[in-house]
C-alpha cells in the first residue's frame, strides 16, 4: 500500500531504556510498517534489537528523514521531539518507566560495554529524568501536530493484552481482532525485564 504523506508519523519516544524497543517491535507485529536500519545490532542489553534509524540522531540539523516516514513507526528519544517540523501529523506512543529502574538498566548497558557510568548520582539522575519527561508531556500537550498517548512500561509487562488493545484503539489501526492483540503481546518477554522498582 503506498503511503500518503498526509498520513500520520507514529513516533516512539521516551529516555533510553524505557522500552521504546520493545513497543516498536510490538507495533511492528501489529502491521505497522516501520522506519528502521541496520546500523545498531541487537546485542545483550537489547537482544532482540534496537529498531533505530540512524538519520533520526541527525534531527537538531536535518529532518529530511520524515519524507520517508509517513504511516511508518519511527523511534525519537524524546530530547529530539522538540527538533520535529510542525507542519506535519505524529501520533506520539510516550514510553515511561520509573526512574529507579531506566538507571539501573542503563548503567547495567554501559557495565556491559566496559565503560563508567560516570559520575553523576542518582539523586540527580532522576531530577533530569523527572523534568525531561515533564517537559515531554508539556510539549505533546500544547502542540496541535501531536496526538499522543503515555504507556507505562511497568504495566505493558504486567497487562500486555490491556495495553496493545489501548494502542489500536489510539492508532486507529484496522486490525483490532484477538489474533493481532495476541501476536503484539507476543513480543513482550517478562524475563527480560531485568530491573524493577
Not at 523511534?75 to 522538540?82: A, G, N, T
Not at 507542519?87 to 538507571?103: F, G, L, Q, S
Not at 557495565?111 to 519527561?133: H, V, Y
Request: aromatic share 6%; hydrophobic share 40%; net charge neutral.
Amino acid at each position: 500500500m503506498t503511503k500518503s504523506k498526509s498520513q500520520p508519523i507514529v513516533i516512539v519516544t521516551g529516555p533510553p531504556r524505557s522500552g521504546t524497543s520493545l513497543m516498536m517491535s510490538i507495533l511492528g507485529r501489529a502491521g505497522l510498517p516501520l522506519l528502521v536500519d541496520e546500523t545498531r545490532p541487537a546485542d545483550a542489553s537489547n537482544p532482540r534489537g534496537y529498531y533505530e534509524f540512524a538519520a533520526v540522531r541527525a534531527s537538531a540539523r536535518d529532518t529530511q528523514w520524515l519524507e520517508r516516514a509517513a504511516g511508518h513507526g519511527v523511534k525519537v528519544i524524546d530530547r529530539l521531539i522538540d527538533t520535529l517540523p510542525r507542519n506535519r501529523n505524529y501520533r506520539v506512543i510516550a514510553m515511561n518507566r520509573p526512574a529507579e529502574e531506566v538507571i539501573a538498566s542503563q548503567n547495567r548497558m554501559l557495565s556491559r560495554l566496559g565503560e563508567d557510568p560516570g559520575p553523576l548520582n542518582a539523586t540527580r539522575l532522576k531530577t533530569i529524568l523527572k523534568s525531561t519527561a515533564e517537559e515531554l508531556r508539556q510539549l505533546l500537550s500544547q502542540e496541535t501536530c501531536f496526538e499522543w498517548i503515555p504507556i507505562h512500561y511497568p504495566d505493558l509487562i504486567r497487562s500486555p493484552q490491556n495495553e496493545c488493545t489501548r494502542i489500536l484503539d489510539f492508532l486507529n489501526l484496522d486490525v483490532a481482532d484477538d489474533t493481532t492483540i495476541e501476536q503484539m503481546a507476543a513480543a513482550i518477554d517478562p524475563v527480560l525485564y531485568r530491573e524493577r522498582a
